[in-house]
């Protein structure tokens, strides 16, 4: 079984940075891409960022591009996604999870995910 343990989020002004870990166990984590998706209170779960299974592709949505980098390490079996010039509509609950097919983009493509780690940026 698959399991997914994301850590690193907090409380951050606005412009600040945080970094985003992953940690996964129970599986082949090297086969599969990974991806990072968001939920603000009362918003739906949004797609924010996904890395192809050699990390050699990565797509971001539009929201994030040019301020967000994922990244992994297959010999730690951990995804990353460093967060940059921070804004108040960045905050939400950040999840990871495992892509197991379909578009990177939509959550109904991932058949594993995480608890989530808060991610809080004050104005």
């Known amino acids: 079984q698959v399991q997914l343990v994301e850590s690193g989020g907090g409380l951050v002004p606005a412009g600040g940075s945080l970094r985003l870990s992953c940690a996964a166990s129970?599986?082949?984590?090297?086969?599969?891409?990974m991806g990072w998706f968001r939920q603000a209170p009362g918003k739906e779960r949004d797609f924010v960022a996904a890395?192809?299974?050699?990390?050699?592709?990565?797509y971001y949505a539009d929201s994030v591009k040019g301020r967000f980098t994922i990244s992994r390490d297959n010999a730690k079996n951990t995804v990353y996604l460093e967060m940059n010039s921070l804004k108040p509509e960045d905050t939400a609950v950040y999840y990871c999870?495992?892509?197991?097919?379909?578009?990177?983009?939509?959550?109904?493509?991932?058949?594993?995910w995480g608890q989530g780690t808060q991610v809080t940026v004050s104005s």
């Open positions: 890395i192809s299974w050699s990390g050699g592709t990565t």
């Open positions: 999870a495992l892509h197991t097919g379909g578009s990177v983009t939509n959550e109904y493509a991932y058949a594993y």
């Open positions: 129970g599986g082949t984590f090297s086969s599969y891409a």
